[in-house]
């Protein structure tokens, strides 16, 4: 396999091409004792001084852009030293297979430093985000059989498709307020809405209203905290928090303040179901709450955790993935009514049966996946080495922290051809999908919200594109923002217009 391995070769300085052919040398020699830990190119001996270029960089913002510079510089692995962060970074699907083929059953992923200081600091649970170890994975497992099992998923199907139709609702109240037959908007703010609605609603059992005019200023707060508490995270990534808040920085204080107001909506939803769930008659499917409640096998304080956690989690995820989406497919030609033609095709073949339904609509499923591709959430996923293991003909030894660099693997050219175009269909064609898509990571410790968030991007996609041409400006080329996770880089104004008129 690794023979036939193709180099990321860009053109730019001479000095790449010496790294891209020394690295080519050494992938070809695979035969041969793999290079020793020592060997890795990269600038792994300043962490300091590197931590001090990255933040004149405004590198804390241009994460990926730096990223995708080093891999240019130093080929497809290498090591980096920022701050205390030691890692190894790679991005070639095969070598992420070879990582994650060894991850065992406690996987673990790099600390978000800062939550857990909070969590800490206000004598707070960890959810099964945080967590480790056995604990970690008997959590796990109980809240899997909740949100990521297909009995799981066929419970709140119905639940995210009439969220889907209420977003349809609105947009059309927005149209007929506009007199222009269509409705032109930064859309940010409205899916955000849209999302906490779907979460809360397959969480609590409850519509919290969030798609009518008038909206609870809590949920709005909500929404906010979220966006700010990950904007201060990131940050807090290199410079340890403990620092933060001993000199009482403000980074550390908008933190908290972010965290706390989090908790405290989650909290009062939590306590809302909490109480009702005493006076319940019927045996209708309420939401995960009160399923895990009833069970009674996790401490009620893990449950409101992760609860917690899977709300917070739930909002900027998947309304930032399908803002990407609508703006793709508003400018990829042709794509959409291809799309379009696939659902109305499927939607007529299975009324509403939801589950035939989502069964009939890969070319959707596809676009996407092909919207991670080019806008992942995460711009890596990583995992820390249990024992000696070879990537890339490289010899790395247990205990290191190896990083898949997702954003930059989905815009190299040797894994994704013409990695510029937004094509759904080079997901189903004949083509290699081994361990491309990593979207929401692998294994046991992928993303817990997986389905929900899959389940209700495609319903939401369904109605829009049964109801609407979704337009944009198609001069404006948007760029993204590392804040934690990718943002665009400026507002993207879209276009919904009903195919009715
Ligand atoms: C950020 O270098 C960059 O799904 C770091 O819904 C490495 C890293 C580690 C963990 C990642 C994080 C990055 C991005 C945000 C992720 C997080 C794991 C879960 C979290 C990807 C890539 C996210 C957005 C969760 C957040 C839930 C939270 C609000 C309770």
Known sequence: MLLTRRLFVLPSTSGLLNHSLASESSAVVSNQPPLPYEHLPGDWKKGWRNLYHFWRKDGFHNMHHLMMKNYQRFGPIYRETLGTHDSVFIQHPEDAAALFQVEGIHPERLRIQPWYEYRDYRNKRYGVLLKSGEDWRCQRLILNREVLSVAGMNRFLPLLDSVGQDFVRRVYTQVERSDRGKWTADLTNELFRFALESICYVLYGQRL??????????????????????????????IPPRLLRLINSSIWTDHVKAWDSIFNHADRCIQGIYSSLRQRTNNTYSGVLSSLLLQDQLPLEDIKASITELMAGGVDTTSMTLQWAMYELARAPGVQEKLRAEVLAARAASGSDL???????????????????????????????????????????????????????????????????????????????????????????????????????????????????????????????????????????????????
Not at 211 to 238: A, C, G, R, W
Not at 491 to 498: A, C, F, G, K, V
């Open 209 to 238: 209203g969030l798609l009518q005019d008038y909206i609870n200023p809590e949920s709005q707060k909500f929404i906010d905290s979220v966006t700010l508490m990950f904007h201060t995270t990131s940050p807090m990534l290199y």
């Open 355 to 501: 589950t035939a339904l989502l069964k009939r609509i890969p070319l959707v499923k596809a676009a996407l996946k092909e919207t991670l591709r080019l806008h992942p959430v995460a711009i890596t996923l990583q995992r820390y080495t249990r024992r000696d293991t070879i990537l890339h003909n490289h010899m790395i030894p247990p205990g290191t922290l190896v990083q898949v660099g997702l954003y930059a693997m989905g815009r190299n050219p040797d894994v994704f051809p013409s990695p510029e175009q937004f094509s759904p269909e080079r997901w189903l064609g004949g083509g290699s999908t081994h361990f491309r898509g990593l979207g929401f990571g692998f294994g046991p410790r992928q993303c817990i919200g997986r389905r929900i968030a899959e389940m209700e991007m495609q319903l939401f996609l369904i109605h829009v594109l049964e109801n609407f041409k979704i337009e944009t400006n198609r001069m404006a080329e948007v760029g993204t923002t590392f804040n934690l996770i990718i943002f665009p880089s400026k507002p993207i104004q879209l276009t919904l217009r009903p195919l009715s008129l």
